[in-house]
């Protein structure tokens, strides 16, 4: 099970961290991952990181958010720095063991949390 959290409004420019918990699992052997989805449109990958700690991000965030992950705390961790109105939709966060190549496919995750909703004003 994931539970996302973190969400919220914040102004074009600033900050925000989600987090998403993880329970009922090895997380620790898992990649874990972002994914936003607007309105109408398809889901798609924001970020995520791998079991060994291995990093991937979509050229729109990169050098604007960081994915971690706390083994302990069976938690993963998206901070956005530099948001733009753009950023604007729900984030959901999912775990897999998708190959490398399939890192960024949506299809490579089998468990999701419901998502956070993240509004960026302009």
């Known amino acids: 099970q994931l539970l996302a959290s973190g969400g919220g409004l914040v102004q074009a420019g600033g900050s925000l961290r989600l987090s998403c918990a993880a329970s009922?699992?090895?997380?620790?052997?898992?990649?874990m991952a972002w994914f936003r989805q607007a309105p109408g449109k398809e889901r798609e990958f924001v970020a995520a990181i791998s079991w060994t700690g291995t990093t991937y991000y979509a050229d729109s965030v990169k050098g604007r958010f960081t994915i971690s992950r706390d083994n302990v705390k069976n938690t993963v961790y998206l901070q956005m720095n530099s948001l733009k109105p753009e950023d604007t939709t729900v984030y959901y966060c999912?775990?897999?063991?998708?190959?490398?190549?399939?890192?960024?496919?949506?299809?490579?995750?089998?468990?999701w949390g419901r998502g956070t909703l993240v509004t960026v004003s302009s």
């Open positions: 009922g699992g090895t997380f620790s052997k898992y990649t």
């Open positions: 999912a775990a897999g063991r998708p190959i490398t190549s399939a890192m960024l496919r949506k299809e490579s995750y089998a468990n």
